[in-house]
């Protein structure tokens, strides 16, 4: 058995099935160990930034980690900006990076390059296998630190030679250290920050989908104070059924009002919110500068533990149906294309279960709103701000959760970045509907200019901010990569190939020319 | 005047007129002081990893520096692997990356991340500017690390509150320090080493083109010895008049033989050969054990002494007809498609200053010898061996050499990387031709499972390497971004789509099935 076949066992042996890959010479065996394992399924993306990405999107559906692999430092620099996505989201995902074999680094090859330096520039864990008998153990290590501390990123960097050489027998990984817990004196400390005047209870995570999200709406109940959340989370439930709760806009002039009023946050799960960007004359922060902040429990600290405690501490009442959002259907729009017709059509049609991928940018929050009532759905944002994440986290997305519908709002100048993930939905036949918004450029980016201050963009500014002369054609992209598409340039069309989506399986895509 | 704005003014001062561009918000100030400087040429990308590889391509084929604009690490690291191919070729690149504004780094904004950590990954020089007072003078120290020991990649990390606060001046960049040179020992012991028995010249670099070839080329006329280049070089003249020299190859089992009879191998400009990648009971090094190596001249030092010095010390006579490539056009062949046949209407129709950038990997062997005795052109590789080289290095030459055609020879696996940069072939109207190889899949990989002594793929081994089910249809992708194209499935075809190609400006892809 040698080194590869160890590793692709220990996988198996710690519960790791899914393989995102884009393989090279140096990952060759690890591939080649594959044939003999079908029960690891390894899904091929034509861009590393297509298997981090999903191994985001398959981590925030399913909370298991998958593995990718990765062809040495450019590999892995084509993966970074989804793993900074993941990283943000608190995704544990385990790269496989290939690197040559251990005794030709000492000579000047083409591909050689600084694999640690790149890996330990995003990652939470790296190792380099010295030799084969190691594999295994550092495989099972590496896949125990893609789990602790609630999920992260681990990046373990193999030598061709420990792949190809002999080795003994494979691990299973250690269940990950035990997550620090607040202790009972800050418990009550925040029970009381919650019920003063002016409190606030901030959540994230996976207090944002599943039972976590009813035990702080319980806790935001008793303690009768508002329930927040940022605006970028890594998944959360929405529509019917789903507990109320504020969100946070992308904005910081929306978000200095809103808390205004807030002399007292309470942080559980949750960062300290601070603006996206800076900006010339506005503050980092949202809150007011006498704001008291208490942080109960970080975002690696265990979350579900803390959120338990303060239900029993409060005796949090069970919510009743006014507490969650009611389905409310609306009337599907005829007329010119809007966006908030689009979203009112999705609400009305997308059925229950959906997993919406947001990253539709300047175009996301009409179709936010619209969607309040719609039926039951989990919603994934962009949570490191990097673009390209949409296409591979549905890819995931839908991997992780193969009998529910994923739709993909796109903005078109970021569903550029990483359009070669069209391609592996249409491989893994998954079942992915994906919108483009077709609005011509990088939209944010006139919002961005407006915001800083500066003056309106002249023409050459704008050409840095316009995808025009030429416009992309996303039908004829979508069929490049073997997906069935359609353009729309009214509401009655978009309806009519929206409703077509959701009847059927597999991958399309809708262009929308907004 | 802001730090943007004295940024954009060193650049020019500092005689760099062309930027590769994917800004972001962090990147506002830079964008709009564009508005007043129109003679700084702003080129947009839509990825990082096209502004990465175009300032390489832009570099190999004017010698002058680009500068690209990234946004943030995720950006940077979109870019790395181009930069990767860049650092290899020897190429001077000098980046900016926006950076949060100094003072919201203490909060956790999505983007925040190891920006200086990724750059040092890959980067020769990094420095994160402190103040809008220091940004002209940290550009200019840019310039300058991009323009020394030979070309360099240089990041220089822009704060965003140091583009948009007041600053005073702009700077203008020094000269890079002069380059080493052997010493007249070196030279006379290298000049010894040349006329053993057994010797070569290895050379590579700016040795390759140009002037400092037909140095080169005197220097193993003078000395008897074989002269011989890597395999993968940033840049290469080919052709009639070109000076004859033998290339490495790909294979580490086809450099053995070539290399088996030189005991004497004298390095100028070169660095040592090694193989692309180990393999198991395969040699790391090309040269026999007991070659004995004689590094006169690193790819840092000033080569163009060096050599000119050579040249003067054994008198070296000047080049003949005999020394030179001369041209032999071949007849066009009709029939079913070849390589060899692809290779031979290439030779017979592409016009003397074509700009061959080869991507084909698998498939580039056959035009590679095909192409020896076509008009006189120069032939890029992808230096540091990381795909997705070619379209972006195909952009940066063609801005670079307006009045030459450039052809791209894609590999389909290595163009799906960046296919981005179609678009901004069809933006700037870049006069480029790209032939795409159709073979469905990384086929290179087959032959390294071969070369690794695995056994033949099983079937999930081979849907690794396959892009099968569905396959592209390069066409339609190459209209979504806006660039005419054609399939072609027969040599007659081929030659007709080539030679209307060649005929006219403009991009224009070609798919060709094999």
Redesign the interface.
């Given at each position: 058995m040698n080194g590869a076949e160890t590793l692709v066992k220990t996988l198996l042996a710690s519960g790791i099935d899914t393989c995102f890959?884009n393989?090279?010479?140096?990952e060759?065996?690890f591939?080649?160990a594959?044939?003999a394992?079908?029960e690891l399924r390894?899904i091929?993306c034509?861009?590393e930034?297509g298997a981090s990405g999903a191994a985001d999107g398959y981590y925030r559906m399913s909370g298991k980690v998958a593995a990718t692999l990765l062809h040495?430092?450019?590999?892995?620099?084509?993966?970074?900006?989804n793993?900074?996505?993941a990283r943000?989201a608190q995704s544990g995902v385990f790269n496989i990076m290939g690197e040559?074999?251990s005794?030709?680094l000492q000579?000047?090859?083409?591909?050689k390059?600084?694999t640690a330096?790149?890996s330990?520039?995003?990652s939470h864990w790296t190792r380099t296998s010295e030799t084969a008998a190691t594999v295994a153990a550092d495989g099972a290590a590496a896949i125990t630190a893609a789990r602790a501390n609630g999920g992260q990123i681990a990046t373990l960097i193999l030598p061709?030679?420990t792949a190809?050489e002999d080795a003994v027998a494979p691990a299973v990984a250690a269940p990950p250290a035990a997550l620090r817990r607040p202790s009972a004196n800050q418990i009550a400390a925040a029970i009381r920050a919650l019920r003063l005047p002016g409190a606030a209870l901030m959540i994230d995570g996976t207090a944002l989908h599943g039972e976590l999200a009813t035990l702080a709406a319980r806790i935001a109940k008793a303690a009768g104070c508002p329930l927040i959340q940022p605006c970028?989370v890594a998944r959360m439930a929405r529509g019917a059924g789903a507990a109320r709760r504020t969100r946070m806009a992308y904005r910081i002039e929306e978000n200095l009002p809103l808390m205004a009023d807030i002399s007292n946050l309470v942080l559980c799960g949750a960062?300290?919110p601070?603006?996206?960007?800076?900006y010339?004359g506005m503050p980092?922060?949202p809150e007011s500068p006498d704001c008291r902040i208490t942080e109960l429990c970080t975002p690696t600290m265990d979350y579900a533990w803390t959120l338990r405690a303060l239900v029993d501490a409060l005796n949090a009442p069970h919510l009743t149906s006014d507490d969650l959002y009611p389905l409310h259907l609306p009337e599907i729009p005829h007329g010119p294309i809007t966006l908030d017709a689009i979203g009112q059509t999705i609400a009305a049609l997308m059925p229950a279960g959906t997993i919406v991928v947001d990253e539709a940018i300047s175009s996301s929050a009409p179709i936010f709103a619209a969607t309040t009532h719609a039926r039951a759905h989990d919603w994934l944002c962009?949570?490191?701000?990097?673009i390209?994440y949409g296409l591979p986290n549905a890819v995931g997305a839908a991997v992780a959760c193969p009998n529910r519908k994923v739709l993909a709002l796109q903005g078109d100048?970021s569903a550029?970045?990483t359009?070669?993930s069209l391609?592996t939905m249409?491989?893994e036949r998954l079942d992915t509907t994906i919108i483009i918004f077709a609005n011509k450029g990088?939209q944010?980016?006139h919002y961005?200019?407006a915001a800083?201050?500066?003056?309106k963009?002249?023409?050459?500014?704008a050409?840095?901010f316009d995808?025009i002369?030429?416009?992309?054609?996303?039908?004829?992209?979508a069929?490049?990569?073997?997906v069935p598409a359609t353009r729309v340039t009214d509401m009655t069309g978009f309806a009519a190939a929206f409703d077509a989506a959701m009847g059927e399986r597999g991958p399309r895509l809708i262009e929308v020319v907004c």
């Open positions: 890959a393989p090279g010479t140096s060759m065996h591939v080649t594959l044939d394992h079908p390894c091929l034509l861009f930034g040495l430092a450019p590999g892995f620099g084509n993966a970074f900006a793993l900074h996505n943000k040559h074999a005794y030709h000579y000047e090859s083409p591909l390059g600084d330096g790149i330990q520039a995003i061709a030679n190809w970028l960062a300290r601070a603006g996206f960007f800076a010339p980092s922060l962009v949570t490191g701000g990097a390209g100048g550029m970045y359009l070669q391609w249409a491989r990088y944010i980016l961005e200019l800083m201050g500066a003056p963009p002249g023409r050459n500014a050409h840095m995808i002369d030429p416009t992309l054609d996303w039908t004829a992209l069929h490049g990569h073997g």
